[in-house]
């Protein structure tokens, strides 16, 4: 039972554009989001986060936004660069807010083209 | 600062050995979890400590593995005996005290042959 969807594996954009990566989760209780970041053998990295409260959160190239009633959030990368090329997992604490252990969707593989 | 670490960084053992795995947290970190990542999969949770103290383990997979903290420093994960599906590759990761927000180590990639 999945209860964070990362729907696409893979997607590829051209380098300039925007990148669009969508997660979906069936959770209510959730109430914190988080966007990881993950190079070859490496760990993730935390990227950005959102608190229910909010619908949008913005941090340089970084825009994240989250509709609570479609409990759908997305990650928005503009302009996308060669160095964005990684896998992002989309996660939330177990059980709401606070320091739980994080559930992760399947991550999606983002391909910048030169 | 010094990121969360783990070692080894690799470990291809045999089906029926045993293999323990490290992390050192952040310092000041009271929060220490472990995950693991099967090839392809989403990352799982296995277990939370707070301090030294096991908050939730509910993602453990069997009473093949261990998880210590002792002092609340660093964490060791024991597997005892391996099984071929332990294979993947086990993540650490550490936060303050009230925040969602978690670092997380290299990695520790186990082959079981």
């Known amino acids: 039972d999945q209860q964070v969807k990362q729907n696409s594996p893979s997607l590829s954009v051209q380098e300039g554009r925007i990148s669009i990566l969508n997660c979906d989760y069936t959770?209510?209780?959730?109430?914190?989001f988080l966007w990881y970041k993950k190079y070859p053998a490496e760990g993730p990295t935390f990227l950005i986060s959102?608190?229910?409260?909010?619908d949008k959160n913005e941090d340089g190239r970084f825009t994240v936004f989250l509709n609570k009633s479609a409990k759908h959030l997305s990650l928005h990368i503009v302009p996308s660069q060669p160095g964005d090329s990684a896998v992002y997992f989309c996660?939330?604490?177990?059980?709401?807010?606070?320091?739980?252990?994080?559930?992760f969707g399947k991550g999606t593989h983002l391909i910048i083209q030169p | 600062e010094a990121g969360v670490t783990q070692f080894p960084s690799h470990s291809v053992i045999e089906k029926g050995q045993t293999v323990t795995l490290r992390c050192d947290p952040i310092s000041g970190h009271d929060n220490l979890y472990w995950y693991r990542r099967v090839m392809g999969k989403e990352i799982k949770f296995l277990l939370h400590f707070v301090k030294e103290s096991k908050q939730d383990e509910s993602g453990m997979p069997n009473n093949r593995f261990l998880a210590e903290r002792t002092g609340g420093t660093y964490s060791t994960l024991k597997v005892q005996p391996a099984e071929l599906e332990d294979s993947g590759v086990y993540f650490c990761?550490?936060?303050?005290?009230?925040?969602?927000?978690?670092?997380f180590g290299q990695g520790t990639r186990l082959t079981v042959v």
């Open positions: 959102i608190s229910s409260i909010k």
């Open positions: 990761a550490s936060s303050l005290q009230d925040g969602p927000v978690a670092f």
């Open positions: 959770n209510s209780m959730f109430d914190y």
């Open positions: 996660a939330a604490p177990k059980s709401g807010g606070g320091a739980d252990g994080l559930t």
